[in-house]
C-alpha cells in the first residue's frame, strides 16, 4: 500500500490525505519519528484538517514527547472542539505520564460532554478519581460505564476493588463475581474477591480465591503470603 501512496505523491505532490495514510501505516508499524514527517507534510498541505493534529500528536506520545503531543492535540481541538478522541488522549497523558490527574479528569469530563456514552472517558476519569483517592467518585464513573456497556469485565473487576477499599466486602465479592464470570484468566479479580472474603473471615473460600490466582500465576507470590495467612486462620499450618 505504501508503494501506491508514493506513487500517489509522484503523481500529486499536494495530495494531503496520501501523506496522511501513509504516515498512519508508519504508525501502525510503530515507525513514529517516519509517521511524524508524513503527517508533518499533509499538515503543511493542508492544516485545517484536525485529524492530522491528531494522528502526528499520538505518534509524539509513543515516543514519550508528552509536551508536543498536547501542543498537537490543542491544535486538533481548535480545528474540532468536539474532537473526543483528542481530549481522550490528553487526558491519557495528563494521567499517566504527567502525573496531573485533575487536569486528566477535566479532559474526560469534556470529553462526556460531547458524548454521554463514550465509555473510555468514564473508565478514565474513574482511575484519576481513584488516583486522588476518590474511590466513591470513581465507583460513580464505573457505574454510568457498566450501564453503557454491561459486559466489561475491567469495569466489574475494578469497580470491585475500589468497592473493597471503601470496606464493602459483599459488594466488592458480586462486583470480581461478576467480572471472573465474564473472564475467568484475570488474576486480579480473583485475588480482590479473596481479600474481601477474607476480611468477612470466609478463609476457606479466600484460600480458593489465592489458589486460583497461584495456577493462573505461579509466580504471584502475595497470593502465597496472603494464602499462608489465611490457611492460619483455618489451622491449617501445612
Wanted: aromatic share 12%; net charge neutral; glycine share 4%.
Amino acid at each position: 500500500a505504501t508503494e501506491d501512496y508514493l506513487k500517489v505523491i509522484d503523481i500529486e505532490p499536494k495530495n494531503d490525505k496520501a501523506f496522511n495514510l501513509i504516515g498512519q501505516i508508519k504508525l501502525n508499524n510503530n515507525e513514529y519519528k517516519d509517521s511524524i514527517k508524513y503527517f508533518s507534510k499533509a499538515i503543511e498541505i493542508n492544516p485545517n484538517d484536525s485529524n492530522l493534529f491528531h494522528n502526528r500528536g499520538r505518534a509524539k506520545k509513543y515516543l514519550k514527547d508528552y509536551n508536543n503531543a498536547l501542543e498537537d492535540f490543542n491544535s486538533a481541538l481548535e480545528i474540532n472542539p468536539l474532537d473526543k478522541l483528542s481530549l481522550l488522549n490528553k487526558a491519557l497523558i495528563k494521567q499517566g505520564d504527567l502525573n496531573d490527574n485533575i487536569g486528566a479528569i477535566d479532559d474526560y469530563s469534556k470529553a462526556i460532554k460531547i458524548d454521554p456514552n463514550f465509555t473510555p472517558s468514564y473508565k478514565g476519569r474513574a482511575a484519576s478519581k481513584a488516583n486522588l483517592k476518590d474511590y466513591i467518585g470513581a465507583i460513580e464513573d464505573y457505574d454510568r460505564a457498566l450501564e453503557i456497556d454491561p459486559y466489561d469485565e475491567q469495569s466489574y473487576g475494578l469497580r470491585g476493588l475500589f468497592k473493597r477499599k471503601i470496606e464493602k466486602y459483599f459488594e466488592a465479592i458480586e462486583d470480581c463475581s461478576k467480572a471472573i464470570e465474564i473472564n475467568p484468566k484475570i488474576e486480579s479479580d480473583w485475588f480482590n474477591r479473596g481479600l474481601s472474603k477474607d476480611k468477612l473471615k470466609d478463609y476457606k473460600g479466600a484460600v480458593e480465591d489465592y489458589s486460583k490466582v497461584i495456577e493462573i500465576n505461579p509466580n504471584e507470590t502475595q497470593a502465597f503470603y496472603f494464602r499462608a495467612l489465611a490457611k492460619n486462620k483455618l489451622r491449617d499450618y501445612l
